[in-house]
């Protein structure tokens, strides 16, 4: 059973930085596909960002690209999300997913990913 724990949430201001982090306690897949989603209320929840396990490629939204980086450290069954130059718009509760198929070149839907973390708070303030 693959159990997806996120940390590192918190509150920053403005063009302050976080860094969360997703481990798999539990099963662990040879590869898989690791999604950070984000969901602020009354929206839809949102993938942030995904990387392949198996070779690292990796994806970013456009409302993120070049202020989010997305990382894994297989030896800790660990991917992180480094997020710079935060804005009051990222302010959402953050997840971890796992898809066991391979990472696909474009966004991916919440549907498409079958484990999920509990999720993690991020308030940024203006």
């Known amino acids: 059973q693959v159990k997806l724990v996120e940390s590192g949430g918190g509150s920053v201001q403005g063009g302050g930085s976080l860094t969360l982090s997703c481990t798999d306690s539990?099963?662990?897949?040879?590869?898989?596909?690791m999604g950070w989603f984000r969901q602020a209320p009354g929206k839809q929840r949102e993938e942030v960002a995904h990387?392949?396990?198996?070779?690292?490629?990796?994806y970013y939204a456009d409302s993120v690209k070049g202020r989010f980086t997305i990382s894994q450290d297989n030896a800790k069954n660990t991917v992180y999300l480094q997020m710079n130059s935060l804005k009051p718009e990222d302010t959402a509760m953050y997840y971890c997913?796992?898809?066991?198929?391979?990472?696909?070149?474009?966004?991916?839907?919440?549907?498409?990913?079958?484990?999920w973390g509990q999720g993690t708070q991020v308030t940024v303030s203006s």
């Open positions: 997913a796992l898809d066991a198929r391979a990472c696909l070149l474009r966004g991916k839907l919440a549907a498409e990913f079958a484990y």
């Open positions: 539990g099963y662990t897949y040879s590869t898989s596909c």
């Open positions: 990387i392949y396990t198996g070779g690292g490629g990796t």
